[in-house]
């Protein structure tokens, strides 16, 4: 089964925009995810110049990269922040990107605000019309207290729109949830849409996120799941190393290659 495989540009996190751009070419990847998360990596964001915005549209474009998916957190629970939300379904509508991917709260900032999922729903419900407006699906990614596919299925199903599906973090699950990735994955397979192919090494609690096929998540098993229930939403892969990060942007170059070469001996199709 054919589809989008792409390098989530938070894999570059600390380094600039350009150079993500440039090693997910160099890799193989022909696309990629652009990284608008507020206090962590802003390779795009909403308060560019029109002018930055329009030179790094052009880079993509000379580089031969599409911008197919935006990560554009932010805390869906706090009303205050679906402003900041809405003007990143813009951004990501200028990039022509087809999806913009969010967690319930904070991806890198502190919650101020905490509700029950009845009410996340109806935030998530105010900011439909603006997926419809700029033909985009929102993607609700498990992270934090919300760190399980089952969980946002609950979400997903509440809003009932297919402008909103679940973005399954394959690493978040373990990270922050400590369950069975794949048995997770089944319970929520149909509702899946898009998903940050992570893998997780070490203890369930530890922040070590290297390579894909260099650590212990089942990505084989993964594949066959969606290839059998016909699901050919798009993976992104996503390498955050460990709490020192990379040692230097050749070691982030070289993840992101072997990253390449691992899905392909997979058998996975560019």
Not at 178 to 191: G, I, P, R, S, T
Not at 232 to 251: Q, V, Y
Request: with cysteine; charged share 25%; hydrophobic share 40%.
């Amino acid at each position: 089964m054919h589809r989008i495989i792409a390098v989530n540009s938070n894999t570059y996190h600390g380094y600039s925009l350009r150079d993500a751009i440039r090693g997910t070419r160099d890799a193989g990847f022909r696309y990629i995810e652009l990284t608008a998360t507020k206090g962590w990596t802003e390779h795009v964001f909403p308060t560019m110049s029109f002018d930055e915005l329009c030179k790094i549209k052009q880079e993509l474009e000379d580089y031969g990269i599409t911008p197919f998916s935006m990560s554009g957190h932010c805390n869906l629970m706090d009303r205050g922040r679906l402003e900041d939300f809405i003007l990143n379904i813009q951004l990501a509508a200028f990039f022509e990107c087809d999806y913009i991917i969010s967690s319930i709260g904070e991806a890198h900032l502190k919650d101020r605000a905490e509700i029950g999922d009845d009410e996340v729903a109806e935030h998530i419900k105010e900011i439909v019309p603006y997926l419809e407006k700029y033909d985009l699906v929102l993607g609700l990614e498990n992270h934090g207290k919300h760190a399980t596919g089952k969980q946002i299925m609950e979400i997903v199903n509440l809003v009932d729109s297919p402008r909103v599906v679940i973005n399954y973090d394959t690493a978040n699950a373990i990270y922050y949830g400590n369950v069975d990735v794949l048995e997770d994955m089944k319970a929520c397979v149909d509702k899946i849409g898009h998903i940050h192919l992570k893998d997780k090494a070490g203890a369930h609690n530890e922040w070590n996120f290297p390579a894909i096929g260099k650590g212990t998540v089942n990505f084989s098993a993964i594949i066959d799941l969606l290839e059998k229930s016909g699901n050919d939403c798009p993976l992104s892969i996503e390498i955050e190393f460990t709490t020192d990060g990379a040692k230097d942007l050749a070691e982030v170059d070289q993840a992101v290659r072997d990253s390449y070469r691992y899905l392909k001996k997979l058998g996975l199709e560019f």
